[in-house]
């Protein structure tokens, strides 16, 4: 009969012996003897002088591969010692657990591949194996099928010549060599007394997941559910043992389980079912705020505050942050979030400026200005000072109160204060665009709203792109910095141009400035083509070119560049994507005509954005409404309020203002009588499906959207004849 090399190795690495069990005394006596020195905890035994020997016995090799081999090793060894129960340990809660040689360095020698320090230089090592064992697992797998899916690994063994947990090693090695997915199979039907032993079971699912979540297939998420569904199937055993992992599997499949699962590990973290290091903890706590859980998240913070974790270290620290971030989102967020801040102190945390600054985006983002104000306060009191996030805070809090001048003065000098804003571009674009907003609401702002607006530019950004688009800048003051101003963003034209022609540019020269653009982004102008990745710019034309009657036509070409393609760059610089209309694109073009009394052309804006995939909105149907309404037209009105209720689109305040326009009051209120009563009689939808199908509402449908097919044409078309001023009211400025 074989012997294996695990029947011949004990805890400490010696020879198995058959003498009985020493004398209770015996032992006593060998306890005092090792009182100072050695002895047996629970986390096994540590033995300095076997240490010793392995290290003097294997002389350390020279190349990085054969340093990693040695290193793990001796670490297993080791390992023994650590005063926490790390894998590959025996304790008085983890009975099955064996310390192997073989196992150790034959299971390292696997994991090589997956080690990040060895990724570049390692060179593939081939483990030979018995030439049995694909034999072997040819017959474990009949055996499995043809029972109950499990199989008894001693009387599997014991046929071969082997004891069981030998035969597990050598099948378990082999199969992660040379077929990894069938381990899930494997795990599952060696899942019975006799376990196999606990601490290997835990190496070859961190393995696995080490593996799985470098595959690059798109599989990665399957593998690794199905792994998190094997794990759950083998914790239990019914020798009650304790699991050990270490955030080499967690991180990787804990983002995988479902939310029953995500209950299920806190259980087992709860009851010590499951141990986890300081470091693993957190990744718990991590995806348990991540699915905003964050009650269970605080627990696990707590769980690895008590397990030794630093409350004041970068990763506990992080974890805090995201906790903090993510009440946002929970119903009464800031409550919650300042509840959690006095958890967190109670816990020993020391506030820093970024939980700080949290703190504040909450509350501003919560609308209570109040609470940011002192949050800051007692930050500036406390010596924490500002950074720049600070101040991109502080001005988002002014846009909430924007009308108060001297809170948006005082927060820019702030911002000044803490260092050169014109080397941080989100702190100098929230700038102008706080100089923006508070030109748009104040009476008489947008007079010199372009004026105020360039003149930050010119101190913030540098100017030549403006110059190049014609736009009149003033001179920029010396750069008292050695850092160049920062190239101006997309953000920064739309502001310049939404102030420029809101008020303050002719409709001569706004289609002089969109026609320079044009010719800009076409040609490739690093600053310029990058506006046009977007919407925001193509918007702020077209909102001022809807606005005339004369300019509709223009107005037609807007959405039309849009739509077509950019030429190749004539440099290797990357292609710029045109972004295409969107829902505001769209709006703006149908309120333009709404506007001007041209509903029909307003209804063919609507049957084209459809066709193009983009369903209207509740603005989109105010304008229409607006624009049946303006033009006197009952049946219209009548309509478009049936379509927009039956789309499952309210009334608002903007609703009611546009239906101010009809000025029969008394037809309105029959119309609005109907609706209600048409609601109130409405049928269900699948009746309304049944119904339109025997009265042909197919056959309509269709008609209507050939009629609506060449709608982009027909605008052109009828703008350009001059049909859209027929009634000669609604005039521009």
């Known amino acids: 009969m074989q012997t294996s090399g695990d029947q011949k190795e004990t805890l400490r690495g010696g020879k198995t ?7 209770p005394w015996k032992a006593k006596k060998a306890g005092k003897k090792n009182a100072g020195g050695h002895q047996r905890g629970r986390t096994g035994v540590f033995d300095p002088e076997h240490v010793r020997r392995e290290q003097q016995r294997e002389p350390v090799p020279s190349d990085q591969r054969s340093r990693a081999l040695y290193r793990t090793r001796i670490g297993a060894l080791n390992r023994k010692a650590s005063p926490f129960a790390f894998q590959s340990i025996r304790s008085d809660l983890r009975n099955s657990a064996v310390y192997s040689s073989v196992w150790s360095t034959r299971f390292q020698q696997l994991s090589l591949p997956y080690d990040k320090k060895l990724r570049e230089s390692f060179q593939p090592h081939t483990l030979e194996f018995d030439s049995r064992l694909p034999e072997w697992l040819d017959e474990f797998e009949q055996e499995r099928l043809n029972g109950d899916g499990k199989v008894n690994m001693e009387t599997f063994a014991r046929q071969r010549g082997m004891i069981g947990r030998q035969a597990w090693c050598d099948m378990a090695l082999w199969i992660l060599a040379h077929r990894m997915d069938y381990m899930f199979d494997f795990l599952r039907a060696t899942n019975k007394p006799i376990y196999p032993p606990i601490n290997w079971v835990e190496d070859v699912l961190t393995l696995m997941a080490r593996h799985y979540d470098s595959v690059e297939d798109g599989s990665r998420h399957s593998w690794l559910r199905t792994l998190a569904i094997t794990f759950f199937e083998l914790v239990p055993r019914e020798t009650n043992e304790q699991w050990i992992f270490r955030q080499d599997f967690v991180k990787h499949v804990v983002p995988h389980f479902s939310q029953s699962q995500m209950g299920d590990i806190f259980q087992m973290v709860k009851t010590e079912k499951v141990k986890l290091t300081p470091n693993t903890l957190l990744h718990v706590a991590d995806s348990f705020a991540k699915r905003d859980m964050l009650e269970r998240a605080l627990s696990m913070l707590l769980e690895a505050k008590e397990a030794g974790a630093k409350v004041n270290g970068i990763p506990f620290r992080t974890l805090c942050s995201t906790i903090l971030r993510r009440s946002s989102a929970q ?7 300042l509840r959690l801040i006095e958890h967190l102190v109670a816990m020993g945390v020391k506030l820093n400026l970024t939980l700080c600054n949290i703190v504040m985006l909450n509350a501003v983002e919560a609308g209570d200005i109040e609470t940011a104000d002192s949050v800051h306060r007692s930050a500036i009191e406390q010596g924490l000072g500002m ?23 005082q927060t820019i000098e702030e911002a000044i204060a803490v260092g050169d804003i014109r080397t941080n571009e989100i702190v100098a674009t929230e700038v102008l665009h706080c100089l923006t907003l508070q030109s748009l609401t104040a009476p008489d702002g947008w007079q010199n709203a372009f004026g105020k607006i360039a003149t930050a530019c010119v101190e913030l950004f540098d100017i030549e792109p403006m110059k190049r688009l014609g736009l009149d800048m003033p001179e920029p003051p010396p750069n008292p910095s050695a850092t160049p101003r920062l190239a101006p963003t997309r953000h920064v034209f739309t502001y310049l141009l939404l102030a420029l022609l809101r008020r303050g540019a002719s409709t001569e020269k706004a289609i002089e400035l969109y026609q320079r653009w044009r010719q800009l982004v076409e040609a490739g102008d690093p600053s310029l083509a990058a506006c046009a990745t977007t919407p925001h710019v193509s918007n702020v034309f ?35 994507i045109q972004a295409p209309p969107n829902i505001y694109t769209w709006s703006i073009f149908l309120h333009g005509f709404a506007s001007h009394g041209q509903t029909k052309l307003a209804e063919q804006v609507l049957t084209y954005m459809r066709e193009r995939g983009i369903e209207p909105n509740e603005v989109t149907w105010t304008s229409l409404v607006g624009g049946y309404a303006r033009n006197q037209d009952s049946n219209g009105l009548l309509d478009s309020l049936r379509r927009m209720q039956a789309e499952g689109n309210v009334f608002n305040e903007w609703t009611q203002g546009s239906l101010r326009r009809f000025r029969d009051r008394d037809r309105l209120r029959r119309i609005l009588d109907e609706q209600r009563l048409q609601r109130s009689l409405d049928f269900t939808g699948e009746l309304k499906d049944g119904l339109g199908f025997r009265l042909g509402v ?14 982009y044409e027909d605008v052109g078309g009828e703008a350009e004849t001059g049909s859209c001023g027929q009634d000669g009211g609604g005039g521009g400025e």
């Not at 101040?391 to 948006?408: F, M, S, Y």
């Open 17 to 23: 012996s058959s003498h009985a069990r020493p004398a």
């Open 331 to 337: 119903s009464g967020g800031l409550r919650i979030c």
């Open 387 to 409: 950074d720049v996030y600070t101040c991109a805070i502080r001005l988002k809090a002014c846009k909430l109160d924007i009308q108060n001048a001297e809170r948006l003065k």
């Open 542 to 576: 077209l909102r001022r070119f809807v606005r005339r009657r004369d300019t509709l036509l223009q107005a037609a070409q807007v959405v039309k560049d849009m739509q077509k393609p950019l030429p190749p760059p004539p440099t290797t610089a990357g292609t710029t």
């Open 698 to 711: 197919g056959e309509m449908g269709a008609e209507g959207a050939a009629a609506g097919g060449d709608a």
